[in-house]
T-cell receptor
Framework: GAVVSQHPSWVICKSGTSVKIECRSL??????MFWYRQFPKQSLMLMAT?????????EQGVEKDKFLINHASLTLSTLTVTSAHPEDSSFYIC????????????FGPGTRLTVL | GQNIDQPTEMTATEGAIVQINCTYQ??????LFWYQQHAGEAPTFLSY??LDGLEEKGRFSSFLSRSKGYSYLLLKELQMKDSASYLC??????????WGAGTKLIIKP
């Protein structure tokens, strides 16, 4: 159990367009989901924490108007990169905590975004 | 501030043993995780320690000393597929996960 999926697994888009990435917990309810970004040869960087039914909490330096997060249900969170630019090209990973579980995060497989 | 330190890179030989250390300074402690991450992939869970001592799981073991703010991941009988980054992460008093920068482990034949 505790499987997290992401869609798409990779996406190439033109500069100025918006891209939506979905994160789903397949076999459990996730009260909290996290969005990370990882640039090549660097560690994970937490972008935001998303709680079901409430606004996401963004980390310092992350533009909330550029990275729109919606956590509409206990199994789905979406990250929309608006007006993407080449510097937004990165590996985006989501993770989820199970309802009642305060510790372990279960990771999705990641989405590789390339902005041309 | 909160800080997790681990070596940037380590090299070991196939079949040997390697120990990856992690020291942490966090506001509170609710457990320490080790994750493995292959290039281009998401992290995968390896171990979780919340009490002092050694947890063994096959070829991998993880040790924790809360008084010293110290953990290590021990990998035995190294295989080429163990070449990856190993991430140490600590859950603080708010149950927020604080990540280390990761240790890139290179296995040589």
């Amino acid at each position: 159990g505790a499987v997290v999926s992401q869609h798409p697994s990779w996406v190439i888009c033109k500069s100025g367009t918006s891209v939506k990435i979905e994160c789903r917990s397949l076999d459990f309810q996730a009260t909290t989901m996290f969005w990370y970004r990882q640039f090549p040869k660097q560690s994970l960087m937490l972008m935001a924490t998303s709680n079901e039914g409430s606004k996401a909490t963004y980390e310092q330096g992350v533009e909330k108007d550029k990275f729109l997060i919606n956590h509409a249900s206990l199994t789905l969170s979406t990250l929309t990169v608006t007006s993407a630019h080449p510097e937004d090209s990165s590996f985006y990973i989501c993770s989820a905590k199970r309802q009642g579980d305060y510790n372990e995060q279960f990771f999705g497989p990641g989405t590789r975004l390339t902005v041309l | 501030g909160q800080n997790i330190d681990q070596p940037t890179e380590m090299t070991a030989t196939e079949g040997a043993i390697v120990q990856i250390n992690c020291t942490y300074q966090t506001s509170g402690f609710n457990g320490l995780f080790w994750y493995q991450q292959h290039a281009g992939e998401a992290p995968t869970f390896l171990s979780y320690n919340v009490l002092d001592g050694l947890e063994e799981k096959g070829r991998f073991s993880s040790f924790l000393s809360r008084s010293k703010g110290y953990s290590y991941l021990l990998l035995k009988e190294l295989q080429m597929k163990d070449s990856a980054s190993y991430l140490c992460a600590v859950t603080d008093s708010n149950y927020q996960l604080i990540w280390g920068a990761g240790t890139k482990l290179i296995i040589k034949p």
